[in-house]
């Protein structure tokens, strides 16, 4: 086996593929990624596999998947993309502003605040 | 290596949690790391995003503009609240050349708080102007600063030529209850917003 350099640098387009867009343009930074680990991860590709293993123990956002595993925001992002798109992980999207009209939801925030 | 390092990090219990994303905005320097520790329940944390800009340099020989690619680091945090919400807490970089991530990070987020320092009025308008065109709710947090002179609010309204409805607050960034208190002077102000509104 030929010997390999080992800078811990990797272009950033490498582990997905070229790819720079993520497939769901609704993955955000605090996009929360649950694993179903009933779902078959053998097989999956490097940075997936990486990815799907990290989230193994419980679910995290996007951005802590990125800063734990030292990825940029907009790999992470495909890379979770991927695992959605093969039903690894199911995500669940933060309230936005457009749905800001959600008073249960706003009084279930305030009520959260106050409570701590 | 392996599964030991991920053991401690704290997971996200609930499995019917819903995230909220907030903005952290305000110059370089003004506290921004630091509000967001006072209530993180997690050391605030580091990732990359990657800013894609056009310089428009006057070195540029042949008058086309470049593409560049810069990296900057968001620092961030998270707070589980009792009633099955995770807020997570972004702080904007403060740099004026890296404004364009602001844009990014409003999408998707609920609110915003401009941290300002009135010894720098002036540092907070990027980021209200940023807040302002997107439509995106957000109070004005003043960090007070032992040496920052005090004004009073009408003053201040003035001087960062706030909307009416724009709520503005003191805080300390240090201090866990005085960010408690801009987060629901944020959240109560989101609400007052929604209610006049008809709904269907």
Redesign the interface.
């Known amino acids: 086996m030929p010997a390999r350099l080992r800078t811990g640098l990797v272009r950033?387009h490498t582990p997905t593929g070229g790819r720079a867009d993520p497939a769901r343009s609704s993955l955000?930074?605090?996009?929360?990624l649950?694993p179903d680990l009933t779902v078959e991860r053998a097989g999956l590709p490097g940075k997936t596999q990486q990815v799907m293993?990290?989230l193994?123990?419980?679910?995290?956002?996007v951005?802590?998947v990125?800063?734990?595993l030292r990825l940029?925001?907009?790999v992470v992002k495909v890379l979770a993309a991927d695992l959605i798109t093969s039903g690894h992980i199911v995500s669940?999207?933060?309230?936005?502003?457009e749905q800001?009209?959600d008073?249960d939801?706003?009084?279930?925030?305030?009520?959260?605040?106050?409570?701590? | 290596m392996g599964?030991s390092s991920?053991?401690v990090?704290a997971?996200?219990?609930s499995?019917t949690?819903?995230?909220?994303?907030l903005v952290i905005g305000g110059r370089f320097g003004v506290g921004k790391t630091t509000f967001i520790g006072a209530v993180s329940e997690i050391t605030p944390?580091?990732?990359?995003?990657?800013m894609t800009d056009y310089s428009r340099g006057v070195d540029d020989l042949d008058a086309d503009s470049v593409k560049t690619t810069t990296?900057v680091a968001?620092d961030?945090g998270?707070?589980t609240?009792?009633?099955?919400?995770?807020?997570?807490l972004?702080g904007a970089p403060g740099q004026p050349r890296f404004l364009p991530l602001v844009d990014d990070?409003m999408?998707?987020?609920?609110?915003g708080v401009v941290l300002a320092d009135t010894r720098h009025i002036e540092g907070a308008f990027d980021v209200i102007t940023r807040f302002e065109n997107a439509?995106?709710?957000f109070v004005v947090a003043v960090n007070a600063f032992a040496t920052a002179p005090v004004y009073d609010d009408s003053e201040l309204r003035d001087a960062f030529a706030l909307a009416p409805q724009t709520p503005i607050v003191s805080c300390d960034a240090r201090d866990r209850a005085s960010v408690?208190t801009v987060?629901?002077t944020l959240?109560?102000d989101?609400?007052a917003?929604?209610?006049p509104?008809p709904?269907t």
């Open positions: 950033s955000n930074e605090s996009t929360l649950y293993e990290f193994a123990p419980g679910a995290l956002a951005a802590e990125a800063a734990y940029p925001l907009a669940r999207t933060p309230v936005p502003a800001q009209h008073c939801l706003l009084e279930r925030i305030l009520h959260g605040l106050e409570q701590l | 599964s991920s053991d990090i997971r996200v219990a499995t949690a819903t995230s909220v994303k944390l580091s990732t990359d995003a990657v990296t968001l961030f998270r707070l609240l009792p009633s099955d919400i995770v807020l997570y972004f990070l999408i998707g987020a609920l609110g439509g995106l709710p408690k987060l629901t959240v109560r989101i609400i917003r929604t209610i509104e709904t």
